[in-house]
C-alpha cells in the first residue's frame, strides 16, 4: 500500500523522486515540485510528514505509526548511512508516531544524484544549501545556462563557500555526532595543513587520564595529529609525546567526512581500530555497531559497510 507523503524540506526534491520511483505518494506537493514531477494538485490528508530539523542535517517525520515505519524502511534501502536517531511514539492511544534521523556524507551525496536527476544540480548540492544557499542558487542557475561549466562551478564554489574560510579561520572544530543524534563536545585544534581534500590539525594535551584505547597516560606537552579527508569513512588520531615520539593510533570509524567552512562533521559508527606503537591493531566496539543495527538505528549494510571499513584499517596497519 502506497504512503501519501507531505514533504517540506530543502530535500524536497531528491524525496519525492525517491518517494515516486519506490511507488509512493506525494502529495500536498508545493509549487516547485508540481511543475518539476508534472504534478497534480493533490490536498488528500498525508499519513507521514516529512519537514527540515532545525540544524537541517537531517529529518523530523511525524504520522502513522505503521506509515513512519515503512517509510524508514524505505529511505534506509536507498540511503546508505542515513540513521534513525530517535523515535517516539505518541502519548495518546492513536498510533502516531515522531521519528528523527541524520543524513551524513552518503545520504546526502545519493540525495545529490536523485535530484540531479529532476534538474540541474550540483555536486554537494545539499550540503551548500545549508552553508551558502543564495550562492548555491547564483551558480545552479548559472548551471541550468552552461550546462557544460559543471566541473568548474562545482571546484569554485567548493572552494568559496567551504575550503576558503576554513583555511583562513585556522581553527578547526570538528562535529563529532554520536548515533543517539547529540555531539560530543567539539573538538577543536589548530590547522596544521589544508588542502581541498583533507586537512590536518593539531590538539595539545594535558596531563591527566588516559588515551581512548591505548591505556596510556594522558602527559603533559603530549599533542595529537588528527587527520581529516573530504568523504573518508575514517578519521585518524595520532598521539605523540612531547618530545616527538608516537604514543599509538586510533581510527574511528564514521560516516562519510563532509567537510565545512568551520572544519568537519561525521556520525561515529562506534567501532575503531588502534593501534599502540610497535604493537599489533586491535578492533574495538564491535558489539557496540552490532547493537546499533538490532535496535534499528542503521541498517545492516551501514553495519557491513563499517565493519569492512574497520576490516580494511585493520588489514593496512597489520601488514
Known sequence: MAIRAKIRSIYSTALTKLLLDSGHRVVEPSVKIRQRFSLESCDETHDVLLMDRDDFQGLDIYGE????????????KHL??????????DDSDDGLMSARMELPGASKEALDQLRYAVTPTLLRHHRLRIVDSTALERAEGTLSRHPEKKGELEKDLFLQAIFVPLEKAGVVRVEHVRPSGKSMRPREGVLVNATPESILFR?????????????VPIQAGDYGLTTIREGAWFVKHAYYTKDDKLIGEYYNVNTPVELYPYGARYLDLEVDVVKKAGRRPRLLDREKLALLS????????????AMAVAGELMQTLTG
Open 203 to 215: 590538539r595539545s594535551f594535558s596531563k591527566g587520564g588516559t588515551y581512548d584505547g591505548l591505556d
Open 294 to 305: 538490532r535496535r534499528g538505528a542503521i541498517g545492516s549494510a551501514l553495519e557491513s559497510k
Open 65 to 76: 505509526a505503521e506509515s513512519i515505519c515503512r517509510l524508514l524502511d524505505c529511505i534506509r
Open 80 to 89: 546508505l548511512d542515513a540513521v534513525l536517531v530517535e523515535l517516539d511514539q
